[in-house]
T-cell receptor, first 116, second 114 residues
Framework: AQSVTQLDSHVSVSEGTPVLLRCNYS??????LFWYVQHPNKGLQLLLK??????LVKGINGFEAEFKKSETSFHLTKPSAHMSDAAEYFC??????????????FGAGTRLFVKA | DSGVTQTPKHLITATGQRVTLRCSPR?????VYWYQQSLDQGLQFLIQ???????AKGNILERFSAQQFPDLHSELNLSSLELGDSALYFC?????????????FGPGTRLTVL
């Protein structure tokens, strides 16, 4: 069965310090993995995606994520948090476009707070 | 701006009523997805349409139905509304029917059932 677990419901960091949002997944198939961000009262926006190319994926706004198959993880990081990064972040596991097999599953979300 | 539009932005109605939410995908996108986001259930996939036909079904209640029209816009119909149906409803679109592609989300419709 496929699943995705975001290990922290809330993360609080100070502006200028690193951000780490953790995501573990389970998939019987080779998955595609995504991180989306949702600002208050807005729709979801894609931050980055992994589809079996490079394991270190760079996204928008300085975010990146590393696919670690042995640890079944896809953690999201950013070297230095900005106040505008305060939002909810969703890790998503989806079937690879070439294999299919299951439906897209969203994690429960991690709310990021950034303190001045 | 993702290019996906949803109307209305807000909807307030009473229990037992029926509402219709509308979504226009990005120009050229053939697939439309509907999601429900609530505080207790998180973001739940409801249903996907591709070029007018139902492609995949998620946790969609029997009281809910959707369709995609020849011009590719989609409507989500919610009937016999209950308090628990209060949520944000998002639609998203992709160019094709594969489930593993990036989805472009609309701004959502906030439904409040009183």
């Amino acid at each position: 069965a496929q699943s995705v677990t975001q290990l922290d419901s809330h993360v609080s960091v100070s502006e200028g310090t690193p951000v780490l949002l953790r995501c573990n997944y389970s998939s019987s198939y080779s998955p595609s993995l995504f991180w989306y961000v949702q600002h208050p009262n807005k729709g979801l926006q894609l931050l980055l995606k992994y589809t079996s190319a490079a394991t270190l994926v760079k996204g928008i706004n300085g975010f990146e994520a590393e696919f670690k198959k042995s640890e079944t993880s896809f953690h999201l990081t950013k070297p230095s948090a900005h106040m505008s990064d305060a939002a909810e972040y969703f890790c998503v596991v989806s079937p690879h476009p070439n294999t299919g097999g299951f439906k897209t599953i969203f994690g429960a979300g991690t709310r990021l707070f950034v303190k001045a | 701006d993702s290019g996906v539009t949803q109307t209305p932005k807000h909807l307030i109605t009473a229990t037992g009523q029926r509402v219709t939410l509308r979504c226009s995908p990005r120009s050229g996108d053939l697939s439309v997805y509907w999601y429900q986001q609530s505080l207790d259930q998180g973001l739940q996939f409801l249903i996907q349409y591709y070029n007018g036909e139902e492609r995949a079904k998620g946790n969609i209640l029997e009281r809910f139905s959707a369709q995609q029209f020849p011009d590719l816009h989609s409507e989500l119909n919610l009937s016999s509304l209950e308090l628990g149906d209060s949520a944000l409803y998002f639609c998203a679109s992709t160019p094709d029917r594969a489930l593993g592609n990036e989805q472009f989300f609309g701004p959502g419709t906030r439904l409040t059932v009183l």
